[in-house]
């Protein structure tokens, strides 16, 4: 079993940032892939940004320029850096890891954008 755990989300003004971190534990071999995905109210949860365990990366044409995910191995966590926040990316925020053909999710952390 896998256990995700994301944090760093909170309320920020339009313009502001924010870093969420998810850290993965339990039984993990290497680093494979892992995600962020959102689901503001009202909406299907869609994905955010994606990196590989070869390390390549993916976005939302969305968040393309203001989002940077990130990984550290040795912690077995990845990190969304969140930049020129909006307000629509107001969301609950997932985290998704990809092991053996399981699939694990994090219980989310809320992110509001609001002044």
């Known amino acids: 079993q896998v256990q995700l755990v994301e944090s760093g989300g909170g309320s920020v003004q339009p313009g502001g940032s924010l870093r969420l971190s998810c850290t993965a534990s339990g039984r993990i071999f290497g680093f494979n892939y892992m995600g962020w995905y959102r689901q503001a109210p009202g909406k299907e949860r869609e994905s955010v940004a994606s990196?590989?365990?070869?390390?390549?990366?993916n976005y939302a044409d969305s968040v393309k320029g203001r989002f940077t995910i990130s990984r550290d191995n040795d912690r077995k966590t990845v990190y969304l850096q969140m930049n020129s926040l909006k307000s629509e990316d107001t969301a609950a925020y997932y985290c998704r890891f990809i092991q053996g053909g399981m699939d694990y999710w994090g219980k989310g952390t809320l992110v509001t954008v609001s002044s």
């Open positions: 990196i590989t365990g070869s390390g390549t990366t």
